[in-house]
């Protein structure tokens, strides 16, 4: 129903070349909750002034509506002229605020104060200064993976009174990959390979087990020293650990347990990339109809997100061509 009333009322359709212009056939005016109080005064003012013949009445009134038809002409031109140019929406989490940046001019020689930008519940108040360019972000809430558009956005005033709204409405072509939301608690990343094999042991790197001794260093931690076998009159010894080695790491949709649902598999898998990445190991990512090799790194992690985003687990492989694009 919305869809419908904008595509016939402001000729919304789909997103507009850039830079979008706010001409006179794009800007509507209408009195505000204020302007339509200010309109029945007035009217009552006329009503009393007509009955009692009142000269100060009729003078006021008059003078009173005067103010408020020139304040739509300013709530007007505040809005008019303005160009509106898409900049670009970083990935976020499912969750967190997808941040929308435009990029808006004022041509005019005069300042555009008590402006608004609103979208997908956002906003945001921002004001132009004379014939400067400002860029306007946008914070609007998420709550499904994939790719957000920022789909119908409105500018508008009620300056300088409060009592006219003028607005204009457009679709800029702007749009936001939402990841999926890591899982809070994940589980440690699984020890394996994408060859199948298991992480190695690694003697004298590690804090797991308990390896042996050697002798003692001048660097060795006191915390390492045996001082057990000191006491019983042994040389200066140093306790030696091992652990697991840092090898490739598979994240496999199939190695999930059965127990998780489609979104709750995508976030654990989320949460171990993101977790490989901190760790500074290789991870290959396998998913139903898509293999990622193993890899690290900004472009592997942002590679590796793009697939979880654009999975549709009954569907088969990646079907979202903007996100195979990026």
């Excluded at 972000?137 to 499904?144: N, R």
């Excluded at 990343?189 to 790197?205: D, F, M, V």
């Excluded at 199939?254 to 995508?266: I, V």
Aim: include cysteine; proline fraction near 8%.
């Amino acid at each position: 129903m919305r869809g419908a009333l904008d595509r016939w009322l402001f000729h919304l359709k789909v997103p507009e070349t850039a830079p979008i212009r706010l001409t006179q056939r794009r800007i509507y005016v209408l009195p505000t909750s204020a302007g339509f109080g200010l309109a029945a005064a007035l009217l009552a003012m006329l009503v009393a002034s007509i009955n009692y013949s009142l000269s100060l009445g009729f003078g006021l009134t008059f003078l009173i509506a005067g103010v408020a038809v020139a304040s739509i002409v300013h709530a007007f031109r505040n809005l008019f002229g303005l160009g509106v140019q898409p900049g670009r929406c970083a990935p976020v989490f499912c969750g967190d605020d997808a941040r929308f940046v435009l990029r808006i001019a004022n041509p005019r020689a005069a300042r555009r104060p008590a402006l608004r930008l609103r979208a997908l519940g956002g906003r945001t108040d921002f004001e132009l200064a004379a014939s400067d360019t400002a860029t306007v972000e946008l914070a609007c809430p998420t709550t499904l993976r994939g790719t957000l558009p920022a789909g119908r956005t409105i500018l508008e005033t009620t300056w300088p009174l409060g009592l006219i709204r003028a607005w204009s409405v457009f679709v800029p072509d702007l749009d936001c990959i939402v990841y999926p939301k890591p899982e809070a608690d994940a589980p440690p990343l699984p020890a394996g390979s994408p060859g199948g094999g298991s992480g190695h042991r690694e003697a004298g790197e590690g804090d797991d087990d308990f390896h042996g001794l050697r002798p003692y260093r001048d660097s060795d931690s006191p915390r390492h020293v045996a001082w057990k076998a000191l006491a019983r009159g042994a040389p200066m010894l140093t306790k030696q650990y091992t652990g697991l080695g840092g090898g490739d790491v598979l994240l496999g949709w199939n190695d999930l347990p059965p127990a998780l649902d489609d979104e709750a598999r995508l976030s654990r898998l989320t949460a171990w990339i993101l977790a490989a990445e901190r760790t500074g190991r290789r991870y290959a990512l396998r998913l139903p109809g898509t293999y990622l090799d193993a890899g690290q790194g900004d472009a592997h992690l942002h590679r590796c997100l793009r697939a979880l985003t654009a999975h549709r687990p009954h569907a088969g492989p990646q079907v979202d061509a903007r996100l195979d694009a990026r």
